[in-house]
């Protein structure tokens, strides 16, 4: 069956530039770095990894709110790459963004109203009845009230501005969801009632889902599938169960063996198995040559400082790029 999305050596990089006023010399911030991916139709992809790896780049890429630097997107089959202004528009229909700051993704001069109905009115739609009806709907779907759509974001919490930024991203009825960190600014208990109406609107909306997030307990509980991003690459996928059951590629593993133990009894043997990374995540101006982890593996060896790896198979389903791996 064709993906719904299908990503092929995606690359995102920006001109920068560096050292002292007199000696400046322009460099290449390498965001995301040869990304291969696909996503099914209706299934949720969860996308982890540090901060400043690419997460977010790779995500607006797939929607094409950032242009590509190179490589293809193929949405239900069709490139999207190349398409025309006029033609893009008729496809960001189906694909939408929620965004991680629920306040500062909300014009705070418009009306709750305004705000749902903006993308109705972008696509051809009128300020007359049956649009406020589906804004009306789209309230009631993400459980706020029909009054509130003459009130201003200031006048919520921030869980129901998240509601409010849900509601215009499904206002159109996409088919992809591209999800960035939706729930990482708002609180632990916000958070859970958030995570559980997106996969209550997915169900019933018939929605995919691209995840990105950092927090490895929220993408374990809403994905069906899991990739890993580290320095603008991707260094391992799997159907999620497998993956926290058995991470492969060592990045992987200090991830997982992060996550905070809730219960006491456990924590200890948590501590004994945890993998701590040394130094910061290297500078994505200059990555370093062969595979881009090796300066802070604890299992690297002389082959990941000179060679990149490739993305092996092991596991039917569950792709790893490690040369402690191998190729399948």
């Known amino acids: ?30 965001a995301v770095d040869g990304v291969s991916l696909r996503i099914a139709h209706g299934e949720t992809l969860g996308l982890v990894g540090e901060s400043g790896c690419g997460k977010s780049t790779l995500g607006r890429l797939l929607i094409r709110l950032t242009e590509p630097s190179a490589g293809a997107i193929f949405f239900e089959g069709e490139e999207i790459t190349r398409l025309s202004t006029k033609a893009l528009r008729e496809k960001r229909r189906a694909m939408q963004i929620i965004f991680q700051d629920p306040y500062g993704a909300l014009n705070p001069r418009m009306s709750v109203e305004d ?23 789209m309230l009631d779907l993400v459980g706020l009230p029909k009054h509130a759509r003459d009130r201003f974001p200031h006048e919520f919490s921030g869980g129901q501005r998240q509601r409010i930024g849900i509601a215009r991203a499904l206002v159109l009825r996409p088919k992809l969801v591209v999800c960035d960190e939706p729930v ?56 999620k169960r497998e993956l926290y059951r058995k991470p492969l590629h060592p990045y992987t593993q200090a991830l997982i063996a ?24 290297p500078s994505a101006l200059h990555p370093p040559t062969g595979c881009r982890f090796h300066t802070r593996c604890p299992h690297a060896m002389a082959i990941c400082r000179a060679e990149e ?8 389903g569950h792709h790893v790029a490690c040369h402690l791996i191998g190729p399948s």
Do not use: C
Request: no cysteine.
């Open 184 to 239: 990482s600014a708002l609180d632990v208990s916000v958070q859970a009632q958030i995570v559980n109406l997106l996969q209550d609107l997915q169900s019933e909306l018939r929605l995919t889902y691209l995840f990105i997030a950092h927090d490895l307990s929220v993408v374990k509980h809403i994905s069906n599938r899991v990739a890993v991003m580290y320095l603008g690459k991707l260094v391992e996928i799997a159907e």
């Open 258 to 281: 992060a996550v905070p133990v809730a219960h006491p009894a456990n924590r200890a043997s948590a501590r004994a198995g945890r993998v701590r990374l040394p130094g910061d995540v």
């Open 115 to 137: 705000i749902i109905m903006e993308p109705l009115l972008i696509h051809g739609a009128k300020r007359d009845a049956p649009t406020r009806q589906k804004v009306s709907e």
């Open 309 to 316: 790896p490739k993305i092996a198979e092991p596991v039917a």
């Open 1 to 30: 069956m064709t993906p719904l999305v299908d990503a092929v050596a995606l690359e995102k990089h920006f001109a920068s530039g560096e050292g002292a006023l007199l000696a400046r010399r322009a460099g290449r911030l390498r």
